[in-house]
């Protein structure tokens, strides 16, 4: 917790130097404004400007390389997004896959009733006879689940 309160700090500490930075420009413009100018003072307004605005400018590069890595997804300290997110994919994959055999089983029945109604005696051999209301469901190899063989040896 300590570790995000630095950073506001930090983010306080830049605020106040663009303050100082703009404050510096404007009292140098308002030197030159003047009808006798004090060329040595509007230099150092000048010089304060721009070693504010290089400071300004290093911190700021800093919080932004902070804030790129922390928003990329990887995990860090304190953060769950990068599991949320995981969860979230493995979510839609999970939901395409149910559509998609929605769709394929949908497919199926469709084919056996345009079978059952083009060659009645195709269904008898296929174990959709009168005695039969329902075939044995068969499951694709690619959709059983692994052998604990099998998950020892790609493990």
């Known amino acids: ?6 950073r506001i700090q930090a983010l306080d500490v830049i605020e106040k130097d663009v303050i100082i930075c703009i404050q510096s420009a404007g009292a140098a413009l308002q030197e030159l404004s003047k009808d006798k100018s004090n060329v040595k003072q509007a230099e150092t307004q000048t010089n304060q400007f721009l070693k504010t605005l290089s400071t300004v400018e290093s911190r700021l590069y800093e919080q932004i390389n902070y804030l790129t890595q922390v928003s990329t997804g990887q995990p860090h300290e ?3 997004y990068a599991s949320q997110k995981v969860l979230q994919m493995a979510w839609h994959r999970l939901e395409h896959v149910r559509s998609r055999v929605n769709e394929l089983d949908n497919l199926k029945n469709t084919q056996i009733a345009e079978s059952a109604v083009r060659a009645p005696n195709l269904a008898l051999g296929m174990g959709m006879g009168p005695n ?3 075939m044995q469901p068969q499951v694709h190899p ?5 052998n604990n063989s099998e998950t020892q040896n790609t493990g």
């Open 1 to 6: 917790m300590t570790a995000h309160w630095e």
């Open 78 to 80: 304190g953060s769950g």
């Open 132 to 134: 039969m209301n329902v």
């Open 142 to 146: 690619q959709l059983m689940p692994p």
